[in-house]
């Protein structure tokens, strides 16, 4: 079992920064990487940014040169610094976690964190 933490979410500017957390505990060495996604009012969820346990970052080309998906050194936690934030950012982010223990995988999720985007 993994349990995920989001923080950080708030109302900001259109031009702002935000910078989510998520943190990991229980079954950490089960992670496999760990994901940002979003879901805005009456769409989909959809993938913004991920890192591997080996460190490697992947963006949705919608957030590429403006945000940037970090973790800690001991790798329980995750951050995704968002800069120049849009309107059409506004979105539950969701921190997720594919694990994997032998040949069982899973998928985990946070709660969300509200992100809202406004003058």
């Known amino acids: 079992q993994v349990q995920l933490v989001e923080s950080g979410g708030g109302l900001v500017q259109p031009g702002g920064s935000l910078r989510l957390s998520c943190a990991a505990s229980g079954n950490i060495f089960s992670i496999r990487a760990m994901n940002w996604y979003r879901q805005a009012p009456g769409k989909q969820r959809e993938l913004v940014a991920g890192?591997?346990?080996?460190?490697?970052?992947n963006y949705a080309d919608f957030v590429k040169g403006r945000f940037t998906i970090s973790r800690d050194n001991a790798g329980n936690t995750v951050y995704l610094q968002m800069n120049s934030l849009k309107p059409e950012d506004t979105a539950v982010y969701y921190c997720?976690?594919?694990?994997?223990?032998?040949?069982?995988?899973?998928?985990?999720w946070g709660q969300g964190t509200q992100v809202t985007v406004s003058s």
């Open positions: 890192i591997s346990i080996a460190g490697v970052t």
């Open positions: 997720n976690a594919p694990t994997q223990w032998g040949s069982l995988w899973n998928d985990y």
